[in-house]
């Protein structure tokens, strides 16, 4: 077989990084009550480290979706899928794409129900640990953070093109930033002198404009997050990705998100809690009057979180939050 882009991939040759610790992989694989046979799709692929215990939990006769915008990740992966493949009996499907194409994809392939979806939005270790890529404050590279380089608009562009205004809603909105006037001002005065073009240089300016910030943590870390998500449109395939995983969801079918920002986390919550209601006629004086019957039963009546264990172990946890909802 061959790749196709953006098409479905299939085979393909990539150099092996180091393996991703997948994150509170128990508990996905708990709440997805997955069983072979079954139609699975991880909506972020990444290294393939939740993906492979899917495939092994839907093997044989199941198959499992999964969808990644990033190249390098995805042939790491890839190969990773076509070993578990091999020794289960599974089969799968790559799609080079972001998964607010979900139900487009699967539809093409002839999947217009799935039996279990999981979105991981937490970012992968080659992002962070690749200078090029530019997520990181903390290491010299140019201001990128693109999870897909066929799309044109970086971090550098967000910063030396966007009106103060908007810059001011990134911080504010992305970036929960008080201060997000103070510093869209004084990235409007320094880029008349100097564009910003390396992670050092902004990492260092915003701690200027901002402060130091608490110990242990850096002033730049959430407006680093914001200039990503906007970059990427994070919350827009969220949105779009998430309400389409409800639709395809067959009865019973199962959906787990985790999230590892306020904002993620408060959006899914909200999704969640949407469609596990009612939803009422505004102008039923009475409230009898049904628009939309609820669709969703909610499996965590509150976050889940990763044991100390855990969060000892792999960093990158910490901040996460797992949520799940079941398909009436």
Same mark, same amino acid.
């Given at each position: 077989?061959? %790749?196709?882009?953006? *098409?479905?991939?299939?085979?393909?040759?990539?150099? !092996?990084?180091?393996?991703?610790?997948?994150?509170?992989?128990?508990?996905?694989? %708990?709440?997805?009550?997955?069983?072979?046979?079954?139609?699975?799709?991880?909506?972020?692929?990444?290294?393939?480290?939740?993906?492979?215990?899917?495939?092994?939990? !839907?093997?044989?006769?199941?198959?499992?979706?999964?969808?990644?915008? /990033?190249?390098?990740?995805?042939?790491?992966?890839?190969?990773?899928? *076509?070993?578990?493949?091999?020794?289960?009996?599974?089969?799968?499907?790559?799609?080079?794409?972001?998964?607010?194409?979900?139900?487009?994809?699967?539809?093409?392939?002839?999947?217009? &129900?799935?039996?279990?979806?999981?979105?991981?939005?937490?970012?992968?270790?080659?992002?962070?640990? /690749?200078?090029?890529?530019?997520?990181?404050?903390?290491?010299?590279?140019?201001?990128?953070?693109?999870? /897909?380089? &066929?799309?044109?608009?970086?971090?550098?562009?967000?910063?030396? #093109?966007?009106?103060?205004?908007?810059?001011?809603?990134?911080?504010?909105?992305?970036?929960?930033?008080?201060?997000?006037?103070?510093?869209?001002?004084? !990235?409007?005065?320094?880029?008349?002198?100097?564009?910003?073009?390396? #992670?050092?240089?902004?990492?260092?300016?915003?701690?200027?404009?901002?402060?130091?910030?608490?110990?242990?943590?850096?002033?730049?870390?959430?407006?680093?997050?914001?200039?990503?998500?906007?970059?990427? *449109?994070?919350?827009?395939?969220?949105?779009?990705?998430?309400?389409?995983?409800?639709?395809?969801?067959?009865?019973?079918?199962?959906?787990? !998100?985790?999230?590892?920002?306020?904002?993620?986390?408060?959006?899914?919550?909200?999704?969640?809690?949407?469609?596990?209601?009612?939803?009422?006629?505004? #102008?039923?004086?009475?409230?009898?009057?049904?628009?939309?019957?609820?669709?969703?039963?909610?499996? #965590?009546?509150?976050?889940?979180?990763?044991?100390?264990?855990?969060?000892?172990?792999?960093?990158?946890?910490?901040?996460?939050?797992?949520?799940?909802?079941?398909?009436?």
């Amino acid at each position: 077989m061959q %790749q196709i882009y953006p *098409e479905v991939l299939t085979q393909g040759e990539g150099p !092996v990084t180091p393996r991703h610790d997948p994150v509170l992989l128990t508990e996905c694989i %708990q709440y997805l009550n997955l069983k072979p046979g079954m139609i699975v799709v991880d909506c972020t692929l990444g290294l393939g480290g939740h993906s492979c215990e899917l495939l092994k939990a !839907v093997s044989p006769g199941g198959h499992l979706y999964a969808f990644e915008k /990033d190249e390098r990740n995805l042939k790491v992966a890839q190969k990773r899928l *076509e070993e578990v493949a091999s020794e289960v009996g599974g089969t799968f499907t790559i799609f080079h794409d972001s998964f607010s194409s979900l139900t487009d994809r699967l539809k093409r392939e002839g999947a217009s &129900r799935a039996d279990a979806i999981l979105f991981d939005l937490g970012l992968s270790s080659p992002h962070v640990d /690749d200078a090029e890529r530019g997520f990181s404050f903390l290491k010299e590279g140019p201001l990128d953070m693109r999870f /897909d380089p &066929r799309q044109t608009k970086t971090a550098a562009d967000v910063l030396n #093109t966007y009106t103060e205004k908007e810059l001011a809603d990134v911080f504010f909105y992305l970036g929960e930033e008080r201060a997000s006037r103070k510093l869209a001002a004084a !990235v409007i005065h320094d880029r008349k002198q100097t564009p910003f073009t390396s #992670t050092l240089q902004f990492a260092e300016f915003v701690s200027r404009v901002l402060g130091r910030g608490k110990p242990g943590r850096h002033r730049a870390t959430q407006i680093f997050q914001a200039l990503r998500m906007e970059v990427n *449109e994070e919350l827009m395939a969220l949105e779009l990705g998430l309400n389409q995983a409800i639709e395809l969801l067959a009865p019973h079918g199962r959906v787990v !998100v985790l999230s590892y920002h306020s904002l993620e986390d408060r959006f899914v919550k909200q999704t969640f809690k949407q469609f596990a209601t009612d939803l009422r006629d505004p #102008t039923d004086i009475f409230g009898a009057r049904v628009l939309r019957l609820k669709s969703l039963s909610l499996l #965590t009546k509150k976050p889940i979180f990763p044991s100390k264990e855990e969060s000892t172990r792999n960093s990158r946890s910490r901040s996460a939050v797992l949520r799940a909802a079941e398909k009436l």
